[in-house]
């Protein structure tokens, strides 16, 4: 089973082959609210991945264009509702602001 190492929290979450970091870090207790529901159709769950991203899926190019506008964004971020699992990674969780979109 895949261990996604959360940080800065320290967490080691186990994941099950093919389920989205978005579904690890919910269940690790990590408060995420994707605007778009995890659809992928914002970036309010983006993730930098920081060790493992050839044990993710690869980056589709609706998610390569999502993460292109938004401003501060280094090549090794991703969304959480796309980069499904499949061996271990360290995933960083950067502070969120505003939960929405549509919140200003």
């Known amino acids: 089973m895949p261990t996604i190492e ?3 929290s320290g967490i080691h979450a186990a994941a099950r082959e ?4 978005l579904q690890v ?4 207790g990590i408060e995420m ?3 778009c529901g995890g659809a992928g159709a914002c970036a309010t769950c983006r993730v ?7 044990s993710l899926s690869p980056m589709s190019n609706a998610e390569r264009a999502l993460l292109r506008v938004v401003d501060g964004l280094t090549a090794d971020a991703r969304l959480a509702c796309a980069a499904r699992v499949h061996g271990d990674a360290t995933v960083r969780v950067p502070p969120r602001g505003p939960a929405r979109l549509d919140q200003g």
């Open 25 to 28: 870090l919910l269940q690790a």
């Open 6 to 8: 959360l940080l800065p």
């Open 18 to 21: 093919g389920e989205t970091l």
């Open 48 to 54: 930098v991945v920081q060790a493992g991203a050839e």
């Open 33 to 35: 609210d994707p605007w």
